[in-house]
């Protein structure tokens, strides 16, 4: 299976999950958006900000990142990690 297929899965399974964290469903249209979110915090124009989420959706969409990927946590999501660490004093 190959990256996108892998998502898309991921992504179907997860439907009501992603719905929780407050986000669009556009963010969730392809992985590389998602990491995009990640990095850089915004999307479209800054439309989309992980810093107005809720502590509540924060945490629903770091776990759904969790969930995806364990390994994400060693990825460089600078944005994810920025956000972490103002809500919360914490890295991981």
């Known amino acids: 299976m190959n990256r996108h297929d892998e ?18 469903d556009r963010v969730w249209a392809s992985r590389e958006r998602l990491i995009r979110l990640l990095e850089f915090g915004v999307l ?7 810093a107005a989420l809720t502590d509540e959706q924060f945490v629903r969409l770091e776990a759904l990142v969790n969930k995806y990927h364990p390994d994400w946590q ?7 990690q920025r956000e972490r660490l103002r809500r919360f004093d914490r890295y991981a």
């Open 7 to 24: 998502w898309v899965k991921f992504r179907d399974l997860n439907r009501i999950a992603f719905g929780e964290t407050g986000l669009p």
């Open 44 to 50: 479209d124009e800054g439309d989309v900000d992980i």
């Open 74 to 80: 060693q990825i460089d999501f600078s944005a994810l």
